[in-house]
């Protein structure tokens, strides 16, 4: 069975995956998007975004591992756009231009129902509407033997970890402090949902860590 | 003037610097005896409590600095003990034994007045009642052109945070998940209080973080 895996999500030292105050401008909120400084000037983002050169070595390693060997996509209504309550109509389809960096079917959480948006590239946005199983069970049928990655937010891998579906979680810690914004850990028993701290890697420009779900507790 | 450090304060992946239900059994509550995995083997801390050999390396580096130039040091009083309320009797004398590792004049913030407590090799135990400015003042008193270093618990340091009194901060951070405890940084706007991470360094057992005030904000 396809595995659910977290893969290069970024928190802050203070630990927040996201600043506050989501914008179209800004994706990440407020001061979110210097998180992912150990991944914008490496090779795999540079190819990535159709460019030339970038660095190589720990950080690289850890963002190319990201996006190996996944058969589906599944992430959280904020993580796609910045519209909330029901969709006024089809005009956001997504931060990632006509040919977002997916390639396979990606699975979106929202209370509101909408039509599939095929995109370039072979991206299908699905909008699932019956929550994180219904959806985890979708991402399933679609990835075949390969692993389905949990993109974010913090509050879609909360809810996920909460209910002991993910099998493994690679995270990337930034030693920014942001102050505020979406916490990833604060009120989660990681210990208690059967998960721990595996491996820890020391990149460039941050730390990693694998956390893996061992036997589960009664 | 002497400068407020934090030196050697650990927090685990998900931010706590102690473990929930701290006990005359658990000093570090439950599960946080483990947070110091990367400090008990250091030849630092076999010399500290009297034993030969222990590992060389950065995170012995990070131990030894922790302990050098102190001229006064502060904690809370939890940190102090597990005796809650009104000191019943002065048996509780901390700790460490007889001789305590400080050997300077340390300053227990406390809303319980209390005599100073002699220990040998040193070690004073100040009570100080009248709030953490004035256990600031009464160890920048005391510590001539040392640095004066606020030991904890997250409590205490938050609260000199939060006052913009601590200058540097060197946290370290375990990958050990605690689930919950005594969080460092929840509800803790660093970067509007001025602070920012200076420094990053991989050490064999813990990750190390310097986090220093640049200019107050208005």
Do not use: C
């Amino acid at each position: 069975m396809p595995r659910l895996v977290v893969h290069s999500y970024t928190i802050s030292l203070d630990g927040y995956g996201a600043g506050p105050n989501q914008t179209r401008e800004t994706p990440l909120g407020e001061g979110g998007e210097g998180l992912h400084e150990w991944l914008v000037g490496t090779r795999f983002f540079m190819q990535m975004t159709g460019k030339p050169g970038g660095t190589t070595g720990t950080d690289n390693d850890f963002a190319e591992q990201g996006m190996a060997n996944v058969g589906a996509y599944i992430m959280g209504r904020n993580m796609f756009g910045p519209v909330r309550g029901p969709w006024p109509d089809d005009s956001w389809r997504g931060w990632w231009g006509k040919n977002p960096p997916y390639h396979t079917p990606t699975f979106v959480l929202t209370h509101h129902a909408r039509a599939p948006q095929e995109m370039d590239g072979g991206t299908t946005f699905h909008f699932v509407t019956d929550g994180i199983e219904a959806a985890l069970d979708r991402a399933r049928a679609a990835a075949g033997d390969k692993d389905i990655r949990l993109l974010g937010g913090a509050s879609t891998i909360r809810q996920y970890l909460e209910a002991r579906l993910v099998d493994e979680m690679h995270i990337a810690v930034s030693p920014r402090l942001l102050g505020a914004g979406e916490p990833l850990f604060t009120g989660l028993d990681l210990p208690k949902l059967g998960y721990s701290t595996t491996t820890t890697i020391g990149g460039e420009k941050a730390t990693y860590y694998v956390i893996a779900r061992g036997a589960k507790r009664a």
